[in-house]
């Protein structure tokens, strides 16, 4: 077994882990205040990825400034989206919430695909071919900057949360929605408002994504389903449990078919287990927590 | 009730002559209405009447398309035959994911979310076995003879297509009035009431999911024969699963005829709108409106449409029941 590409695979998995955290932080905090799952979570991250391209395109930002860009949009279009329709579903049960986010998914994916082409596009970074080493190991700095900045926003995100006027309604929120009505918060203003911060969140990941990997309007249904895994793994609305599954995924998934593929071997089984199934990796670990841990890694309460 | 039998029968008669007039295009449109309305019917069994949502039935048609594929490569077997074998297949499936989702008590998200692991691991593996061509999918050279399940024309897939309908139609009904059907419905409208009533709620779960993946698996067999070509890039994506509980949450879920209705409403308007659309340049566009449809329905018509036809039934209906 090759230690150092294992390794190698682990830090870059890692960083790309980070990313990952900020999308589910997203998920997770619009789940942990409305109890509702945003099934277009992935087809808005693909949106804030456009927009972030559109922008390189008109001005010639690097998407390493322009996911700002993206937060904005994305704030918007998830304001919008909670005050027609998620607002009109909170009492829904649980099952039948479900679908109109799908249908969603849908819009979204495809009118990207109208608005900007079936094609896969890859803008190219300022820094997109650098690279720093460290030791043996070689870290692109792309990956690397988009980590960094992601792991900033995510704890700016956090520390909104815990100590503004409109961090402090969101949890109120949350935590009892009558209570928080009762002495007069505008409970759906917050609701509208903590659905725009949970599609900025995936909008900025998006952003930070544009230099990392090519951009199609087809790739958004997998990340719906890593943050769901990520923010199960961790634990349904818990914040912290979002960043931790995130780590832990970006890491599994990028290690998970080399050391497979190895154990495969070392039994006698001439069998490979590529690159391109790494996604069943993670849906094993989401099969095997939801059945041993619903509650997930940091969650307290059961179910 | 008997008004409706004979509204139906009615219906049923015009279908059986329409091939005598109508063009070998507009028959494929009947086509996909019928295989939808299947497909929605076995989707119905599970979700509509036990109240379980599942997102994960692409996984079932890719088992049935494959399995029988797979016997008649390996064992010269008809697909006739192989696609009940196909069907067994993918029941037990059905009955693993049922294990785990029902056993430990996973509930609505978390169960939808099982579907889809499922079903994409599933994906994800056939897209890799060589056997089936996997990222290029398979073709198939037909060799037309009833015993191999492949014609040329649309007419006999047409007849077959509504026998499909047909069987699903006559065995939801048979369920719906049986005593299983009646404990399905009971632990969907309240699981703990059933419950203490004595219903095994675990059992008549794994009954629906069985019965749900058997069915749904059939028309693998016809997919595979109608179109001659196999990718699980469409057939088993979560894209496929939509458009499967499209049609009967449309119609109505938990009633005999709403998927049938659903798919009578949607599939012409998908299939013209997306051959339109596509010349027009705006290819998706058709998804964009589906997407729309699904968000008006669940706010406005939660029902499904079968209760306004109902209604507006009603005056022809009168005095049956």
């Known amino acids: ?303 | 009730m008997k008004r409706l039998y004979l509204l139906l029968l009615i219906g049923f008669l015009i279908l059986l002559i329409l091939p005598r007039v109508l063009s070998s295009y507009v028959l494929g449109i009947f086509i996909m209405i019928f295989f939808y309305a299947y497909l929605g019917q076995s989707w119905n069994i599970l979700t509509g009447y036990t109240g379980v949502i599942s997102l994960g039935h692409s996984l079932f048609v890719g088992i049935g398309a494959y399995m029988t594929y797979l016997l008649t490569l390996t064992l010269g077997l008809s697909p006739w035959i192989g696609m009940w074998i196909g069907g067994i297949a993918a029941g037990l499936i059905g009955l693993v994911i049922g294990f785990f989702g029902f056993r430990f008590g996973m509930k609505g998200v978390y169960f939808v979310l099982l579907t889809i692991s499922f079903a994409e691991i599933g994906r994800l593996i056939f897209l890799h076995l060589k056997i089936f061509g996997s990222f290029q999918g398979l073709f198939i050279t037909p060799e037309f003879s009833f015993g191999n399940f492949q014609f040329k024309g649309n007419t006999p897939y047409y007849y077959i297509g509504l026998g499909y309908v047909i069987f699903s139609l006559i065995s939801v009904r048979l369920l719906e009035r049986s005593k299983i059907g009646r404990y399905m419905v009971a632990l969907r409208e309240d699981e703990e009431a059933a419950e203490s009533l004595g219903v095994n709620v675990f059992k008549y779960k794994m009954i629906a999911i069985f019965i749900s993946a058997f069915m749904t698996s059939l028309a693998g067999a016809f997919y595979t024969n109608y179109l001659f070509y196999l990718h699980p890039g469409t057939m088993m994506s979560m894209a496929f699963s939509i458009e499967i509980i499209l049609r009967p949450i449309i119609g109505g879920m938990g009633t005999v005829l709403g998927p049938v209705i659903g798919s009578f409403l949607i599939t012409p308007l998908a299939e013209l709108s997306r051959s339109y659309f596509a010349k027009a340049g705006y290819e998706g566009l058709h998804l964009v409106i589906y997407g729309f449809l699904l968000v008006a329905v669940v706010l406005f018509f939660p029902r499904g449409i079968i209760t306004y036809i109902k209604r507006a039934l009603a005056k022809v209906l009168i005095g049956t029941k």
């Open chain 1, 1 to 303: 077994m090759n230690l150092n590409l294992l390794l190698q695979l682990a830090v870059s998995g890692f960083l790309l882990g980070g990313v990952y955290s900020l999308i589910a932080l997203g998920l997770s905090l619009i789940f942990g205040v409305m109890r509702v799952i945003n099934f277009a979570h992935g087809e808005m991250m693909v949106w804030g990825m456009y927009v972030a391209y559109t922008f390189l395109l008109w001005t010639g930002v690097d998407p390493f400034f322009s996911f700002l860009v993206s937060a904005f949009v994305l704030f918007i279009l998830g304001y919008f989206l909670q005050r027609t329709i998620v607002n009109r579903i909170l009492d829904f049960p649980e099952a039948m919430q479900v679908l109109p986010l799908v249908g969603m998914a849908m819009v979204f994916e495809n009118s990207a695909r109208i608005i900007w082409g079936p094609d896969y596009i890859s803008p190219q970074s300022r820094f997109a071919l650098s690279s720093l080493s460290i030791g043996n190991l070689i870290i692109d700095t792309p990956r690397f900057l988009a980590f960094a900045l992601a792991i900033i926003i995510t704890f700016a995100v956090l520390l909104f949360l815990k100590k503004t006027d409109m961090g402090k309604s969101i949890r109120a929120a949350a935590d009892n929605r009558l209570g928080a009505f009762l002495v007069g918060t505008n409970v759906n203003q917050v609701y509208a408002i903590c659905f725009g911060i949970g599609t900025a969140c995936v909008g900025t990941a998006g952003g930070l994504l544009v230099p990392i990997m090519p951009l199609s309007p087809h790739i958004g249904a997998p990340f719906t389903l890593i943050s769901f895994i990520i923010v199960i793994l961790g634990g349904m609305g818990s914040l912290t449990g979002a960043m931790v599954g995130g780590f832990v995924i970006g890491v599994a998934e990028s290690i998970g078919p080399e050391l497979i593929t190895n154990i495969f071997h070392g039994i006698g089984l001439d069998l490979d287990f590529p690159q391109t199934m790494k996604q069943v990796v993670s849906f094993f670990i989401l099969i095997v927590i939801m059945i041993l841990r619903p509650q997930g890694l940091l969650g307290g309460k059961k179910g």
